[in-house]
């Protein structure tokens, strides 16, 4: 079994920047595809960004490619998402997501979940 914790979330300004992480415990971070996804109230949750260590493969959603980036420190088994140049668009619950496998960017093929934390980007 996999246990997923993230944290980092809060209010911030439009154009701020916050980085979240991730920690998951159970199994190493290595194996997995480690996503982001978003959920806005009254919307689908949303893919976000992904990285496969394994492969060096990363993978981000239009809306937020060259503003947040995604990376691991394997060895505390975190994945981060660091976001930059928010936008009150960018208002969600996020959530950390593992997988086996490719990455893929429904949330129907990821496996273990975390209980997510709220971002609120103010204009």
């Known amino acids: 079994q996999v246990q997923l914790v993230e944290s980092g979330g809060g209010l911030v300004q439009a154009g701020d920047s916050v980085r979240l992480s991730c920690t998951g415990s159970?199994?190493?971070?290595?194996?997995?595809?480690m996503g982001w996804f978003r959920q806005a109230p009254g919307k689908e949750r949303e893919f976000v960004a992904a990285?496969?260590?394994?492969?060096?493969?990363?993978s981000y959603a239009d809306s937020v490619k060259g503003r947040f980036t995604i990376s691991r420190e394997n060895a505390k088994n975190t994945v981060y998402l660091q976001m930059s140049n928010l936008k009150p668009e960018d208002t969600a619950i996020y959530y950390c997501?593992?997988?086996?496998?490719?990455?893929?960017?429904?949330?129907?093929?990821?496996?273990?979940w975390g209980q997510g934390t709220q971002v609120t980007v103010s204009s």
């Open positions: 159970g199994r190493t971070f290595t194996s997995f595809v």
């Open positions: 997501a593992a997988r086996f496998g490719p990455i893929k960017v429904s949330r129907f093929e990821y496996d273990y």
């Open positions: 990285d496969r260590w394994s492969t060096n493969s990363i």
